[in-house]
C-alpha cells in the first residue's frame, strides 16, 4: 500500500522511510522506467545515506550516474553526482568506487580552470591506488600535483602535494627531502588545515629521522598523533582547519 501513496507524493514530497523508497526506485529500474528510476534513484540515495544504508546509497548513486548519460535533459550534472558518490564511498570505506568516482571527476574538471582542486584528487587517488594494491606512489603523479597546486603556492593543497612529494621520494629513494619537507610543514601550519599538516607532520618525522635527529623526530610524530584525530579529507569541503 505504500508504494502508490509515493508515486502519487513525487520524489519533492516528503518520503516515506528509506526502504520503501529504494524498493520503488528498484522497482522504476527493473521497469526499464529510466527517468523515474533516475529521479528515485537519486531521492533514494539521499534517504539511504541519512539512514545509514551507505551500501544501498553507493549502488544507487553509481546507478543514477549511468542513467544520466542517457538523460541530457537533467539538471544535475554529472560532477555533481560523482561528488556525492565519492562521498557515499569515502564515508562507507569502498576505496575501489572512491577510486573510480575520482577518475569520474578528474574527467569533468578542468585543471586550467581548478588547478587546486585537480591537485588534491590527484594526491587522494594515488592514495588509493596505493591502498587498493594498483600503484606504488607514483613519481610522476604527485609532481603534476606539485605543479598544479604552485598556482596558488600559500595553499593548504600545496603544502599535502609537497609532503607526498617527500614521502614519495623517499620512497623511491630519490635524494633531496629535506627543502621540501620544512616547505611542506611551514605552509600547513600558515594554512591551518590538519590533513595537509598531518601529512607534513609525518613526512618531516621521516626526515628527521633518516637524518639522526630522533628528538625531534619523535616531537614532529608525537605532534602529527596529537592533531591526526581531526584530520580528514572532509577538509577539503572548508580548505581550512576546521572542517
Do not use: K
Not at 619523535?218 to 581550512?240: I, K, M, P, T, Y
Amino acid at each position: 500500500a505504500a508504494a502508490p501513496f509515493v508515486d502519487e507524493s513525487g520524489p519533492d514530497d516528503t518520503p516515506p522511510e528509506a526502504g520503501v523508497v529504494v524498493s520503488l526506485a528498484d522497482h522504476y529500474y527493473a521497469a526499464g522506467r529510466t527517468a523515474d528510476a533516475y529521479r528515485w534513484s537519486l531521492t533514494a540515495a539521499g534517504l539511504a545515506s541519512a539512514n545509514g544504508a551507505l551500501s544501498d546509497a553507493v549502488r544507487l548513486l553509481r546507478r543514477s550516474l549511468q542513467l544520466r548519460d542517457v538523460l541530457p535533459s537533467e539538471m544535475e550534472r554529472p560532477r555533481e553526482l560523482w561528488n556525492r558518490l565519492r562521498a557515499a564511498a569515502r564515508e562507507s570505506g569502498a576505496l575501489l568506487t572512491e577510486l573510480e568516482a575520482i577518475e569520474g571527476l578528474l574527467a569533468c574538471i578542468d585543471a586550467s580552470a581548478e588547478p587546486l582542486e585537480v591537485s588534491h584528487l590527484m594526491v587522494r587517488r594515488m592514495h588509493l591506488q596505493c591502498s587498493t594494491g594498483q600503484t606504488f606512489l607514483p613519481m610522476a603523479d604527485i609532481r603534476e600535483a606539485v605543479r598544479l597546486s604552485a598556482a596558488a603556492p600559500d595553499s593548504w593543497q600545496h603544502a599535502l602535494a609537497l609532503a607526498e612529494l617527500v614521502h614519495a621520494s623517499m620512497r623511491h629513494d630519490e635524494p633531496a627531502h629535506e627543502t621540501p619537507s620544512r616547505q611542506a610543514l611551514a605552509l600547513a601550519r600558515e594554512a591551518g588545515n590538519h590533513l595537509a599538516l598531518s601529512y607534513a607532520l609525518t613526512a618531516a618525522a621521516i626526515v628527521a629521522n633518516r637524518a639522526s635527529r630522533y628528538a625531534e623526530s619523535r616531537n614532529l610524530a608525537a605532534e602529527g598523533a596529537r592533531g591526526g584525530g581531526q584530520a580528514s579529507d572532509s577538509d577539503v569541503a572548508a580548505g581550512g582547519g576546521d572542517a
